[in-house]
């Protein structure tokens, strides 16, 4: 039997914290010198990765005592 809560609805400001974490990125790979190429892909990449787990509702929040029973059958 399966006893999982509903999901939470999408996070509405999942992009806008993609971008922001996209932002963050580059300006911080930026500052340490690195070529404006470099710059523009780890920017890409941060957005890319904080859009798919917050944008999307990628991330599943669980409840932390959860054990899985799956593997007992008594």
Do not use: Q, R
């Not at 974490?21 to 904080?50: E, K, Q, R, Y």
């Amino acid at each position: 039997m399966d006893h999982h809560a509903p999901t939470e609805p999408l996070l509405a400001s999942g992009w806008a914290i993609a971008l922001i974490a996209g932002a963050i990125a580059a300006g911080l790979t930026a500052v340490i010198g690195a070529s404006l190429p470099a710059v523009v892909v780890l920017g890409v990449v941060a957005f890319g990765v904080f859009g798919v787990l917050l944008g999307k509702g990628g991330v599943e929040l669980t409840d932390g005592d959860h054990v899985d029973h799956s593997g007992d059958h008594h």
